[in-house]
C-alpha cells in the first residue's frame, strides 16, 4: 500500500512540475493572476492595491510580449475590466504601442481602449496621432472609423484641423460605415470648437444627400446637434428621408422623425383649421380644376392636405408595430403634433401595447398618454381596463394610472371608475391611497352629478384608521365645501369632532381654516377649537399655528365678547415664537384688527380684508400644462423646460412654396455600343445659337463621328498628323471647363484635312441614324461630298457638337446595336458631312484662337451635372495629352490607348472620364472586347459595353467612368477579348482628378483664409524667363491641372481654383511674381498629399521653357 501511495504522489509531483514548466515556458506567472481573481471575486484582507498592481504588471508584460495571441488575451481581460467599472488608465502607455499591430482583432480592441481613455491620456494619445491618421487609410472599413473615433475622442483644441480634414474625408468614404461614424465626429468637434460651424455645416450638408440607411440617422443628429435651424438644408432631401424611414435603425428613426415633426410645423397649414371641412385624398381637387366643384366650396373650403404631409403620415404609419418603444412614441407624437384630429386615434393600440414593457417604459408612455387623454378623451375611452392598477404596479406607475382613469371619467362611465376608486383607497400603499382621495375629489368637481356621492364617502373614511387617508379626506373635503358651504354645515361639526384625533398638521390646519371661514354657521363650536388651541399653541407646526392666528382674528371680529381674551393670548404667544414668519403674521394681524393710534384707517376694512368671499379651489390634473412641451421628450417627462429643448413652431398661416423639395431627376445617361450609319443631313448654322432642345438632340455628334471614324486611319497618315496635332492640341477647351469633346475632334479633323481625299465606304444604316452616344462612344461613318473646311468652320462645329453632347438630361430614342467598324485600306479615310462649312484649301493652318462671338458663348455655357458651377473664364487652353495603355505587340494586334477628355462623367459625378482608343492592327478580326477582372476589387469602374466585332485596320473610341477616389493610384484591370485576357493599367495625373471652378477674386481670398496651417503648401520657384506673362502662366498650369482661372486685380498674382472629382474638396492655386524669375507658388487644399503632388507638377511645368 505505502509503495502504491508513494508512486501515486510522485505521478502527482511530475505533472505539476510540467504545468509549472508549461507556464514559464508561455511566460505566464500564475500567482499574480491568481491574487488579482481571489482579490476580485473574495475581498480577502490582503492590500487591495498591491494586488492590482501585480495585476497590471501581468497584463503589461503580455502587452510587451512577441506573441500576438498573448497580446490578444491581455486586451480582451483589460476591456473586461472596463466593462466592469474597473481604472485601466495606468495601462495607457502599453495598449498604445500595439494602435499599429497588423493583427485585425488585436486593433479592434486597442481602439475600443483608446476610445474610452483618449480623453484622459491626452498627451499620451496625441504622440500616437501620426497611427491614427495613417490608420484612417486602412483597408479595413472597421480600423478607419475606430481611428476616426478615437481622434475624435481626443479632446485637444490644438488637433482640431487634423480632425476637420479627417471628418472631411471620411465623410467621403465608400464605406457607409465610415460615413456614419463621421456624422458622430462632427457633434464631438462642434463641442470642441463651435467656431468650425460653417465647415461642419458644409459636410452635414454633403451627408444629408448620402442614400444609404447607415447614414441617415446619424447625420440627422449632427444636424440636430450643430444647425437645427437651418431647415433649408432638409428641403431637397425631405422625401428620401421619409421614403427611407423604414429602413433606417431604430434610434435613427427616432432622430429622424423628431426633426421631421420640427420642420413639418414650418412648412404645412394646420389640418386642425376651426370651420374647415377635411376632404382626404381629394386627388381630384389636387390634380384638376373642376368648376363645379368650386362653385359649391366657395363659402367653405376644404381643407386640402400637402401630399408631402400626407407622404410624411403614410410612411411613419407602419412603425408603430416596431418592436422598439422609442420609435412607436415618437411616431404617435408626430401623430399627435401634425395628424389631423381625426387620424390621431390610430396610435391608441400602439400606445396601449406598450404598457406591457418594463415599468421605465409604461411610466413614459402613461405621462403621455395623460396629457393626450386630457383633450382627447374619446381615444383611450374603450381601452379604459388597461388603466386598471395592478397589485404589481409600483407607485409611480398606480398613480399615473388614477390620473388617467380621472381624465377619462365622464358621466357614463363614473359609477365604474368610482368602484375601482373605493378599492383603491383600501391600498396599502398609502401614498397611493392619498392620491386616489385627490382623484376622487376632482370627479365631484368635475361631474356635478356624483359630487354629493363622494362628498358623503369622503365623510365616512373620516374614521379610517390611517392618518394620511383622514387627512388627505379632510384636504379635499375642504376645497369641496368651498363650492357648496351653505348646504354642509354638518360636515364642518363632525370634523371639528374629530379634530382631537387628527394629528397630520395639514389636515389640522384645514379644519382650522374651514371651521373660520364659516365660524358664523358654527358659532358655539368654534370658540372651543380656539380654545384648545390655545392650550396646545406651542407644540403645533408652523402651518397649524399659521392657520389658529387667521381663527382668532376671524372669530375677534364676528364674536369678540367670547374671544377676546382668547385672541390677545394667542396673540402674544406668537408675538415670541421662533419661526419669523408667525411673529410677522402676529404683528399684522394685531395691528389689522386691534384699533390703536397706529393702524389708522386700515382698521375699518379688517372684516372685508378677512371675511372676504373666496373663489372655490379648481381641482385640476398636473398634467394641464404639460401640453406646452412636446410630447415624449425629457422637458414634458419633467414638466420644464430642459437644456437644449427646441420648442415646436407654430402652424404658419400661409404654406410656404412647395417647390423647394423638388429634386431634378436627373436620368442615366445610357451608354450605347459603338454604331454606324448612314449619312445626316448637313445642318444650318444658325442652329447653334438656337434654344429649341429638340433641334439639338436631333442633331448628331459629328465631332465624335469623326474622332471615332479616322482612328482607323493608316499608320503612315497617322504618324504625320500627330506631329500637327501636338500643335493644334493646344486650341482645345480642356481647362477651361467647356465641354471638352471639341479637342478631340479638332485633333480628329485636322488629321482628315491631313490626308487627301479617298473613296468612302458605305455603311448600313442602322436605327440608331449614325449617331454617336454622348462620350462618342462607337464610330459613326458619314457620307461627304465636301473634302476640304476652313479652320475656323471645323471650330465652330466642334463646339457645335460638344455642346450637343453636354451632360444635361436628354432623351434619346437611339436603339442599342452591335458595333460594326467600316473597314479601311491604307490612306483610305472617311471624310466628316461638313457642308454648312465654307471650302477652303487644305493645307490652311490651324488657327490657335476661338473667334470672339463662338468665345462669348461659351463663356455663358455651364454643366448642370456638376457640383460647383463650372465655367469657361479664360480663353487659354490645355493640351490633351494621349498615353499607351496596350502596345499592339503585346496585345497579340490589339493597340488601346488612352486620354482625359477633362469632361464632367456622365454616370458618375465622382468619377474621371476616360477615353479609349482601340485599335486592331492584326491581320484578323477581334471579337467581344470588354473589360474584365479589376484590382483592387473595390475599384469603382464604369465599363465600355461589350464591342462584338473590330475589323482589321479598324479603330473604335469608348468611354469609360473610373472613381480614383482622389488618389493617383493606378486603376488596374483587364482588356479582354474573345481569346485573350491583357493586363492593364491607367495611371492619372494628379491634375487630372480636378474639375475646374469658377468663383470671384473675393471668394477665392475667402476660402483660402478658412484653408491655412496644414492645408497650405508653398514653395519659392524659379520660374522660366518666357513663362513670366499671365497668359503662359495659365497656359503651363492648365497644360498640368484641369482648373479654372480666377480673374485677379493683381498683374503679378495668377490665381486657378477647381474641386476634386471625387469628394469635391476645393483647390486654391495661386502664383505671386517676385523680383527677377522668382515666385511663390501656393496651393491650399485639404488633400495635403494631392497639393504637394500637384505643387512638384506645377513647378516643373513653370521652369520648361
Not at 402 to 423: G, H, V, Y
Request: hydrophobic residues 35%; negative net charge.
Amino acid at each position: 500500500m505505502d509503495v502504491g501511495f508513494s508512486s501515486l504522489r510522485s505521478e502527482a509531483v511530475g505533472a505539476v512540475r510540467t504545468a509549472m514548466v508549461s507556464a514559464e515556458n508561455l511566460q505566464l506567472t500564475l500567482k499574480p493572476e491568481l491574487s488579482q481573481e481571489e482579490q476580485a471575486l473574495t475581498h480577502t484582507r490582503s492590500n487591495p492595491k498591491e494586488a492590482h498592481k501585480a495585476g497590471n504588471e501581468d497584463l503589461k508584460e503580455m502587452l510587451e510580449s512577441s506573441k500576438e495571441s498573448l497580446k490578444l488575451e491581455a486586451m480582451k481581460r483589460i476591456v473586461g475590466l472596463i466593462a466592469k467599472g474597473r481604472n485601466a488608465s495606468e495601462l495607457f502607455p502599453a495598449v498604445v504601442k500595439n494602435v499599429a499591430s497588423k493583427n485585425i482583432e488585436l486593433k479592434k480592441l486597442v481602439y475600443v481602449y483608446l476610445v474610452r481613455y483618449a480623453e484622459e491620456q491626452q498627451d499620451l494619445a496625441l504622440l500616437s496621432i501620426s497611427t491614427f491618421q495613417r490608420a484612417l487609410k486602412d483597408p479595413n472599413q472597421f480600423i478607419r472609423a475606430s481611428a476616426l473615433r478615437v481622434l475624435s475622442s481626443i479632446r485637444v483644441p490644438i488637433i482640431v484641423p487634423i480632425m476637420m480634414l479627417a471628418i472631411k474625408e471620411a465623410a467621403a468614404d465608400l464605406s457607409p460605415y465610415v460615413r456614419k461614424t463621421s456624422a458622430h465626429a462632427i457633434q464631438k468637434l462642434y463641442s470642441l470648437d463651435a467656431d468650425q460651424k460653417e465647415q461642419l455645416i458644409e459636410v452635414i450638408e454633403k451627408l444629408l444627400k448620402d442614400k444609404s440607411t447607415l447614414v441617415a440617422g446619424s447625420v440627422v443628429m449632427a444636424f440636430e446637434e450643430v444647425c437645427p435651424d437651418r431647415i433649408d438644408l432638409i428641403h431637397k432631401n425631405y422625401r428620401k428621408l421619409c421614403n427611407l424611414l423604414v429602413d433606417v435603425e431604430e434610434w435613427g428613426q427616432v432622430v429622424i422623425i423628431s426633426m421631421l415633426t420640427r420642420y413639418a410645423r414650418t412648412q404645412f397649414t394646420s389640418p386642425w383649421k376651426e370651420g374647415a371641412t377635411f376632404e382626404e385624398n381629394n386627388e381630384k381637387a389636387f390634380y384638376e380644376s373642376d368648376s363645379e366643384e368650386k362653385k359649391c366650396h366657395t363659402e367653405e373650403k376644404p381643407y386640402i392636405m400637402d401630399p408631402d404631409h400626407r407622404l410624411l403620415l403614410r410612411n411613419t404609419k407602419p412603425l408603430l408595430q416596431s418592436r422598439n418603444t422609442a420609435v412607436v412614441m415618437s411616431v404617435a407624437q408626430l401623430y399627435w403634433h401634425l395628424a389631423p384630429k381625426h387620424e390621431v386615434s390610430v396610435v391608441t393600440k400602439s400606445l396601449v401595447r406598450l404598457l406591457r414593457s418594463h415599468r421605465e417604459v409604461q411610466y413614459i408612455v402613461l405621462q403621455n398618454i395623460a396629457t393626450m387623454s386630457i383633450q382627447r378623451k374619446g381615444m383611450f375611452e374603450p381601452f379604459m381596463k388597461s388603466f386598471y392598477v395592478r397589485s404589481t404596479d409600483a407607485t409611480h406607475i398606480k398613480t399615473l394610472k388614477l390620473e388617467i382613469l380621472t381624465n377619462l371619467a365622464n358621466e357614463a362611465n363614473i359609477s365604474t371608475i368610482l368602484r375601482e376608486f373605493q378599492t383603491y383607497v383600501k391600498s396599502q400603499d398609502k401614498a397611493f391611497a392619498a392620491a386616489t382621495i385627490q382623484a376622487i375629489g376632482r370627479c365631484a368637481t368635475n361631474i356635478s352629478e356624483v359630487t354629493d356621492t363622494c362628498l358623503n364617502g369622503l365623510v365616512l373614511l373620516l374614521s379610517n384608521r390611517d392618518e394620511t387617508v383622514v387627512a388627505e379626506s379632510v384636504v379635499v373635503i375642504k376645497k369641496l365645501l368651498q363650492t357648496q358651504p351653505t348646504q354642509h354645515s354638518e360636515i364642518i361639526k363632525h370634523m371639528a369632532k374629530l379634530f382631537d384625533n387628527i394629528t397630520v398638521p395639514m389636515a389640522r390646519a384645514s379644519i382650522l381654516w374651514l371651521i373660520g371661514e364659516y365660524c358664523e354657521r358654527v358659532p358655539k363650536i368654534a370658540p372651543d377649537v380656539l380654545r384648545k388651541m390655545a392650550k396646545s399653541f406651542t407644540a403645533e407646526e408652523d402651518i397649524v399655528k399659521l392657520q389658529t392666528v387667521n381663527l382668532a382674528a376671524k372669530l375677534y371680529l364676528t364674536n369678540s365678547k367670547q374671544t377676546k381674551l382668547l385672541t390677545q393670548y394667542i396673540l402674544n404667544l406668537g408675538k415670541y415664537d421662533q419661526n419669523y414668519d408667525i411673529r410677522d403674521r402676529t404683528r399684522f394681524i394685531r395691528q389689522l384688527i386691534v384699533p390703536s393710534e397706529k393702524s389708522g384707517a386700515l382698521n375699518k376694512y379688517a372684516r372685508r380684508i378677512l371675511l372676504a368671499p373666496k373663489p372655490a379651489p379648481v381641482l385640476e390634473s398636473s398634467f394641464k400644462d404639460r401640453d406646452r412641451f412636446q410630447l415624449g421628450t425629457l422637458s414634458h417627462s419633467l414638466n420644464t423646460k430642459a437644456t437644449g429643448y427646441q420648442e415646436l413652431s407654430d402652424w404658419p398661416a400661409v404654406a410656404p412654396d412647395q417647390s423647394v423639395r423638388n429634386v431634378e431627376i436627373i436620368e442615366p445617361v445610357k451608354e450605347w455600343a459603338p454604331t454606324v450609319g448612314k449619312a445626316k443631313q448637313p445642318k444650318s448654322a444658325d442652329k447653334f445659337y438656337s434654344d429649341d432642345e429638340d433641334e439639338k438632340e436631333e442633331e448628331g455628334s459629328d465631332s465624335s463621328g469623326s474622332e471615332d471614324s479616322s482612328s482607323s486611319s493608316s499608320e503612315e497618315s497617322g504618324s504625320d498628323s500627330d506631329e500637327e496635332s501636338s500643335e493644334s492640341e493646344k486650341t482645345s477647351s480642356d481647362s477651361s471647363g467647356s465641354e471638352q469633346s471639341s479637342s478631340e475632334s479638332e485633333v480628329e479633323q485636322k488629321k482628315k484635312r491631313k490626308t487627301k481625299k479617298a473613296p468612302q465606304k458605305k455603311s448600313k444604316p442602322t436605327a440608331a441614324d449614325s449617331d454617336s452616344d454622348e462620350n462618342g462612344n462607337g464610330p459613326v461613318a458619314q457620307e461627304s461630298s465636301s473634302s476640304a473646311e476652313s479652320s475656323s468652320g471645323s471650330e465652330t462645329d466642334s463646339e457645335d457638337d460638344s455642346d450637343s453632347d453636354s451632360p444635361a438630361p436628354q432623351k434619346k430614342t437611339e436603339t442599342k446595336t452591335k458595333p460594326k467598324v467600316v473597314v479601311k485600306s491604307k490612306k483610305e479615310v472617311s471624310l466628316l458631312d461638313l457642308d454648312d462649312f465654307s471650302p477652303a484649301p487644305t493645307n490652311t493652318p490651324q488657327s490657335s484662337v476661338f473667334s470672339p462671338s463662338l468665345l462669348s458663348d461659351l463663356e455663358g455655357l455651364s454643366l448642370s451635372g456638376v457640383s460647383s458651377t463650372v465655367q469657361v473664364t479664360t480663353s487659354s487652353f490645355g493640351p490633351v495629352k494621349t498615353y499607351e495603355l496596350l502596345h499592339h505587340m503585346t496585345g497579340k494586334g490589339l493597340a488601346a490607348k488612352y486620354h482625359f477628355p477633362r469632361q464632367p462623367c456622365l454616370y458618375q459625378p465622382s468619377m474621371v472620364a476616360v477615353q479609349v482608343i482601340l485599335s486592331n492592327s492584326s491581320d484578323h478580326s477581334l471579337e467581344e472586347i470588354h473589360i474584365g477582372d479589376r484590382s483592387p476589387a473595390s475599384l469603382s469602374i464604369h465599363c465600355f459595353n461589350t464591342i462584338e466585332r473590330l475589323e482589321p485596320e479598324a479603330s473604335v473610341t469608348v468611354s469609360m467612368g473610373i472613381d480614383f477616389s482622389d488618389s493617383t493610384q493606378a486603376a488596374n484591370f483587364q482588356l479582354c477579348t474573345k481569346e485573350d485576357q491583357f493586363s492593364v493599367s491607367i495611371q492619372p495625373a494628379v491634375g487630372e482628378l480636378l474639375m475646374p471652378s469658377s468663383m470671384t477674386e473675393q471668394d477665392f481670398c475667402k476660402e483660402q483664409g478658412k484653408l491655412q496651417g496644414m492645408n497650405e503648401t508653398s514653395a519659392t520657384i524659379t520660374m522660366e524667363t518666357a513663362n513670366a506673362s499671365s497668359q503662359a502662366i495659365s497656359k503651363q498650369v492648365l497644360s498640368v491641372a484641369n482648373v479654372g482661372v480666377v480673374p485677379s486685380s493683381q498683374n503679378n498674382v495668377s490665381r486657378f481654383a477647381g474641386r476634386t472629382v471625387s469628394s469635391g474638396a476645393l483647390v486654391l492655386v495661386s502664383l505671386e511674381l517676385k523680383e527677377s524669375s522668382a515666385a511663390l507658388l501656393t496651393i491650399n487644399t485639404e488633400k495635403t498629399v494631392m497639393a504637394s503632388m500637384l505643387l512638384r507638377d506645377v513647378k516643373q511645368a513653370l521652369a520648361q521653357a
